[in-house]
């Protein structure tokens, strides 16, 4: 697909001109959707299926973990990854064998997650507010996601990458509105940092 950049020039109309007590992920995913060529929207479907808990087996993650698109690799790595981290936090605290319980997945697509990070993952772990941790965790993921895939490069990366922040947006308005507001105000200043960037074009 050759039109990245026009559909990045009109994140920030989607965005900005909404107040934070209307942010629609679904009005947003539907719009970036129908923009994209077949190629992209098959993408998109697989990012999707993927935030459904329901969904998230071995034979989902090897899958996306062989996917071609970058991102789709690396972020479902990431989520296997924190998973795992969790299931073996949670089995030593216990005393138990944590390898029954871990989602085992032979595959070569690997989150390079650094020392600092998993000592941070520890931490958020321990932490015994379960808000709070839940907070922390999607910084953490929110923070992987900017790493990851910087802004200002026009490739669909760009675009998945947005959604999964949004998604994470969608998510603590339904937890928690102040987080949902701070996190959104967040997005919106990234996209405004991407769309004078694609001025430039």
């Not at 934070?20 to 539907?30: L, Q, T, V, W």
């Not at 990366?157 to 947006?169: E, H, Q, R, T, Y």
Request: aromatic share 12%; hydrophobic share 40%; proline share 1%.
């Amino acid at each position: 697909m050759g039109n990245y950049h026009y559909i990045i020039a009109g994140l920030p109309e989607l965005v900005l001109n909404a107040d934070n007590k209307g942010f629609s992920y679904d009005a947003i995913r539907e719009s970036v959707y129908y923009s994209s060529d077949e190629k992209d929207r098959r993408l998109i479907e697989w990012f999707d299926f993927g935030t459904n808990e329901e969904n998230l087996n071995a034979h989902f993650y090897r899958a996306a973990m062989n996917c071609k698109n970058r991102f789709i690799r690396l972020w479902f790595a990431l989520d296997l990854e924190i998973r795992n981290r969790k299931v073996e936090f949670v089995a030593n605290k216990m005393g138990r064998e944590s390898a029954n319980y871990k989602i085992q997945v032979n595959s070569n697509a690997d989150p390079h997650l650094t020392e600092e990070q998993l000592q941070k993952l520890q931490a958020i772990f321990a932490n015994r507010n379960i808000l709070e941790k839940e907070q922390q965790l999607d910084k953490f993921k929110w923070e992987y996601i900017t790493e990851m895939n910087e802004y200002g490069e026009f490739n669909m990366d760009v675009i998945l990458a947005f959604l999964a922040k949004g998604k994470l947006i969608d998510r603590w308005n339904k937890l928690d509105k102040e987080t949902g507001e701070q996190m959104f105000r967040k997005l919106v200043d990234e996209v405004r940092g991407t769309f004078k960037g694609v001025e430039k074009i």
